[in-house]
């Protein structure tokens, strides 16, 4: 049973914005650091944005400046705010919730193209 559930993504061209969000049940979510990663094709999958329960947020220096992770705990949904996007962001970013144990979601395409 698919525990995180991504929704936004897609196509965008150089310096456009995209957005990502994830729900997780509350189960989960109140307990977990909730981060995004993702994977370009041919490369270890990466830290992108992490933002604990105490609303401490971290980011890869890659994306500092243009990317603004949140969560709503209201709705129990992180979001990933990406702005300023790169060809190089290109990749499958996954919604991640690491606490008592750790879930990832299914995935979302974002592909910049230059």
């Known amino acids: 049973q698919e525990q995180l559930v991504e929704s936004g993504g897609g196509l965008v061209l150089a310096g456009g914005s995209l957005s990502l969000s994830c729900a997780a049940p509350?189960?989960?979510?109140?307990?977990?650091?909730m981060g995004w990663y993702r994977q370009a094709p041919g490369k270890q999958r990466e830290l992108v944005a992490t933002n604990t329960v105490h609303g401490r947020k971290t980011y890869a220096d890659s994306v500092k400046g243009r990317f603004t992770i949140s969560r709503d705990n209201a709705k129990n949904t992180v979001s990933l705010q990406m702005t300023n996007l790169k060809p190089e962001d290109t990749a499958v970013y996954y919604c991640?919730?690491?606490?008592?144990?750790?879930?990832w979601g299914r995935g979302s395409q974002v592909t910049v193209s230059s």
């Open positions: 991640n919730a690491k606490g008592y144990g750790i879930f």
């Open positions: 509350e189960s989960i979510f109140s307990r977990s650091t």
